[in-house]
């Protein structure tokens, strides 16, 4: 192995909350945005579909700019992939989470979307159906594997109340879109707010994911163990792909054997992202007065499999489950 660890992708897009939420005054920063919308869903699920949506808008003319560089490679999941590239080279970065596993539902979903983005995109690193998570909490990352076994130790006791909350803390998520930018794609919900009619309504969707990262934050905390999150910005996705190859938007120059970006086939993969979003809309969102929304436009976090507390190795779906939760 190198002495020099290369980049992950993580480090290079910051996290920044375009919701418009204050910078939180409470020792919990989930609280910040719940007191901003006054404990109110509505407004809750409005806060992540403007930050949802200002972040694809900002990466839709970032991507399609002139000067734009190119995709941003993922150079440590390209070793893991490709251990040609550095024989014996293992990721470093040991993490310790709670995740939320979805369903078969949406799992059948996923794979519909990573299909239709493989045909414009063949060397998109794609997430393997049974590694899909999305992160309900971090409690640390980048660390030694020594690092977090303390931690893990520290957390143990409290590890099955958690992974279990779900059970009966349920938060609905609704209204999936593909959310992007230059490294990665990722399949995005927001809060539910009373959709689906009668069946569910807004009285039931009170309790919202929002609330559910907050009350994972405490429940941690309260075990005795610093939660260190990379983000908290109002964000619930799924990653579904990853680049690890750039050709897919070279062309050849025809002075030279190099390739080099070529801006009109950016302008296809965002149109295709596009594409497929609209398609969500109108095949997964749910309609109005509508009793039902079609099966994979919501999850129910908790759906068939409780929270995974995972560790070690996990950035691309790896690491080690410590215990599943309960599921319904």
């Not at 190198?2 to 992950?8: D, I, Q």
């Not at 992708?9 to 920063?29: H, K, M, Q, R, Y």
């Not at 006791?157 to 990665?184: C, G, Q, S, W």
């Not at 929002?210 to 994972?216: C, E, F, I, S, T």
């Amino acid at each position: 192995m190198v002495s020099v660890v290369p980049r992950a992708t993580e480090a290079e897009n910051s996290f920044i909350d375009l919701s418009g939420t204050d910078v939180p005054s409470s020792d919990n920063p989930y609280d910040a945005l719940i007191a901003a919308c006054c404990d109110n869903a509505k407004q809750i699920q409005a806060k992540y579909y403007t930050h949802r949506t200002k972040r694809n808008e900002q990466q839709k003319e970032k991507l399609t700019a002139s000067n734009f560089p190119g995709v941003t490679i993922d150079q440590i999941l390209l070793r893991c992939v490709d251990p040609t590239i550095e024989p014996g080279y293992a990721d470093p970065r040991h993490c310790l989470v709670f995740w939320a596993r979805p369903p078969k539902k949406l799992k059948t979903l996923v794979s519909q979307v990573q299909q239709k983005l493989v045909s414009i995109a063949p060397h998109l690193w794609l997430m393997p159906l049974d590694k899909l998570h999305m992160t309900a909490l971090e409690i640390t990352h980048s660390l030694t594997e020594e690092e977090i076994t303390k931690i893990v130790d520290v957390i143990r006791p409290k590890i099955p109340e958690i992974t279990d909350y779900t059970f009966t803390h349920r938060a609905r998520l609704v209204k999936p879109i593909l959310a992007f930018d230059n490294a990665a794609v990722a399949l995005s919900f927001l809060p539910a707010a009373g959709e689906g009619g009668s069946v569910h309504g807004l009285q039931n969707d009170a309790y919202t994911y929002h609330h559910l990262r907050r009350d994972l934050y405490n429940l941690c905390t309260d075990a005795g163990v610093k939660v260190a999150s990379r983000y908290v910005v109002p964000s619930s996705h799924l990653t579904v792909g990853r680049f690890i190859e750039s050709s897919d938007f070279h062309t050849r120059s025809s002075t030279t054997i190099e390739k080099i970006n070529d801006p009109s086939k950016m302008r296809v993969w965002c149109e295709k992202i596009e594409e497929i979003n609209q398609w969500l809309k109108e095949e997964y969102w749910p309609k109005v007065n509508d009793e039902a929304i079609k099966d994979g436009g919501q999850w129910i976090v908790g759906e068939e499999k409780g929270l995974d507390c995972r560790f070690g190795t996990l950035w691309f779906g790896g690491g080690t489950t410590i215990r599943l939760g309960k599921g319904f």
